[in-house]
């Protein structure tokens, strides 16, 4: 519980620097395609944020007390549902942050959007692991399936993407339109990372 509290609480601190970054975006936005898909995103982590305010206190208190091992089966069922929840938003989350990586190019951005990627992947992972513990312990509780939903996927392919081939947030904090009037072609769109 200890350390479900501690990646609970680091998620929702990098969640609150995350819609910082992303909001000038949203409000800069020349078109409504970019303003959509962020405004898209943020909606998403504010609703975890919501969940999260619910469930850190409480996991803090199975931590605290040691109330974990005292929990029916219905309780138990119940958080292993909401852990089970919070480790699709981790995933998410993760994906979000890779998305915002072809956005920015300023590298103390990147290398801030990098770091809490790389963070949330292990807490994925770690909370992954936490939850098969925790199944296996009951084995009359429903268990949550834990399908990797990474497979095949490479969490350093964003790092390899070459600044010129993203489109840049200047300093504005305002991003560049996709289309160039200067070449005549498209630059990278949300359409075109879904064949990446």
Do not use: C, W
Not at 4 to 27: G, K, V
Not at 49 to 65: A, K
Not at 86 to 110: K, P, V
């Amino acid at each position: 519980m200890s350390q479900l509290h501690a990646i609970f609480n680091r998620t929702r601190s990098y969640i609150d620097r995350f819609t910082e970054i992303i909001q000038p975006i949203i409000d800069a936005a020349q078109d409504e395609h970019t303003r959509l898909y962020y405004h898209h995103i943020l909606e998403e982590e504010e609703q975890r944020l919501g969940r999260l305010q619910e469930l850190i206190p409480y996991v803090g208190s199975l931590d605290g007390e040691k109330k974990a091992e005292q929990l029916s089966d219905r309780e138990l069922s119940r958080l292993l549902s909401d852990i089970n929840l919070e480790r699709f938003g981790l995933h998410n989350f993760r994906e979000h942050l890779e998305l915002s990586l072809y956005e920015f190019q300023d590298d103390e951005t990147r290398q801030l959007l990098s770091s809490m990627r790389e963070t949330t992947q292990e807490d994925y992972l770690r909370v992954k692991e936490i939850m098969a513990t925790l199944s296996e312990r009951f084995s009359d509780v429903h268990r949550p399936d834990l399908t990797d939903h990474d497979e095949g996927h490479d969490i350093h392919q964003v790092d390899h993407l070459k600044a010129s081939a993203a489109p840049a947030i200047g300093h504005t904090g305002k991003a560049a339109p996709a289309f160039t009037e200067k070449t005549g072609k498209k630059g990278l769109t949300v359409g075109s990372l879904k064949g990446m």
